[in-house]
């Protein structure tokens, strides 16, 4: 019942910004940590950025400077704001989100849940 919508990827020259959206819903108590994965082809899928529920970040070095995330609690949402893009960051980008599932009067460990993932190209 709990789902993971992402949106915002697409085709970027490089230099070019993209901004990543991410909304988690359904039978939420609570999330404590969001944040986006990467799986270029061929690749492993490794860690981008997260963002703690207190807003506390941390960044894969490869995208310090470039990449900012941020969260929005009343709605649930994570955020990845890329700015000059470059080729090797193409890939397929997952949101993951760390949460509490309600459960009728109780509720669920926390446990991870992932996005369908959108795809991020920067070419030419």
């Known amino acids: 019942q709990v ?3 992402e ?3 697409g085709l970027v020259q490089p230099g070019g910004s993209l901004r990543l959206s991410c909304t988690a819903s359904g039978s939420i108590f609570s999330i404590n940590v ?4 990467r799986q270029a082809p061929g690749k492993q899928r490794d860690l981008v950025s997260v963002i703690t529920s207190g807003g506390t970040t941390h960044y894969q070095d490869s995208v310090k400077g470039r990449f900012t995330i941020s969260r929005d609690n009343a709605k649930n949402t994570v955020y990845l704001q890329m700015n000059n893009l470059k080729p090797e960051d193409t890939a397929v ?3 993951n989100a760390n949460l509490i599932r309600k459960i009728g009067s109780f509720y669920d460990k926390p446990n991870d849940y992932w996005g369908q993932g959108t795809q991020v190209t920067v070419s030419s």
Not at 34 to 37: I, L, P
């Open 3 to 5: 789902q993971l919508v």
């Open 7 to 9: 949106s915002g990827g």
């Open 34 to 37: 969001m944040g986006w994965y």
């Open 93 to 95: 980008y997952y949101c």
